[in-house]
């Protein structure tokens, strides 16, 4: 059984920052192309960073030169570093495994940036 499991999301003032993490089980992990996806209200679920199996990263311009994705084979954990957030950055962050045909995601941890 597959789990991708999130965790670290919460309310944050503007410029504040967050760490969200992701655990995977139930997949060989380094052979997934890890990435973070949010779904605020009223608008379609976005992404917003992934990390290949080799390393390679690729980033929503929204979010360029602020957050920050890592991840750490031994540990099956991919991490958001998100930095400088705004109120923009409010919504729904899911964590996603893909790998061809294989495709699968966290339940969402939400993520809050008011005063």
């Known amino acids: 059984q597959v789990q991708l499991e999130e965790s670290g999301g919460g309310l944050v003032q503007p410029g504040g920052s967050l760490r969200l993490s992701c655990t995977a089980s139930?997949?060989?992990?380094?052979?997934?192309?890890m990435g973070w996806y949010r779904q605020a209200p009223g608008k379609q679920r976005e992404l917003v960073a992934s990390i290949r199996s080799g390393g390679n990263t690729n980033y929503a311009d929204s979010v360029k030169g602020r957050f920050t994705i890592s991840r750490d084979n031994a540990k099956n954990t991919v991490n958001l570093q998100m930095n400088s957030l705004k109120p923009e950055d409010t919504a729904v962050y899911y964590c996603?495994?893909?790998?061809?045909?294989?495709?699968?995601w966290g339940q969402g941890t939400q993520v809050t940036v008011s005063s």
């Open positions: 996603n495994a893909q790998r061809g045909f294989y495709d699968y």
């Open positions: 139930g997949i060989v992990f380094g052979s997934y192309a």
